[in-house]
């Protein structure tokens, strides 16, 4: 009965560990990428209406130039390298979870 009890706990806390990752892994990677990605491509449409219009330019690198680099929220630092990184780990955190409860699954 103790042994049901704890290897069901194991299953629970591995199992719910799994669904948190596998929720926040591809936000924390959209995200990311697609802020690492708004600077380029503004700066693309930048060079592009530099031959348009000298006016659009300028609002253009005004837009380019209020895109932050990094955030500090609460203390901590957020860039879109981070948040990539932290999509990939949190994507072996679901692995590692789904791995090990299924192992307790079967130990119940």
């Known amino acids: 009965m103790i042994r049901t009890t704890v290897w069901s ?3 629970f806390a591995f199992y719910l560990a799994q669904q948190i990752a596998e929720l ?5 990677l959209i ?3 697609g802020w690492y990605l708004l600077p380029h ?3 693309a ?6 031959n348009a219009d000298p006016q659009a330019r ?8 209020t895109i932050p680099s990094q955030l500090v929220l609460n203390g901590h630092v957020m ?11 949190l994507m072996g ?5 789904a791995t090990l409860s299924a192992l307790s699954a079967r130990n119940m």
């Open 41 to 43: 491509i503004v700066g």
């Open 93 to 97: 955190l679901a692995a590692i979870g």
């Open 45 to 50: 449409i930048t060079t592009s209406a530099a």
């Open 9 to 11: 706990v194991c299953h």
């Open 31 to 33: 995200i990311g990428i």
């Open 79 to 89: 860039t879109p390298g981070g948040l990539i990184f932290d999509g990939i780990l």
């Open 58 to 65: 300028d609002i253009m690198n005004h837009v380019a130039g």
């Open 24 to 28: 926040l892994a591809p936000l924390l």
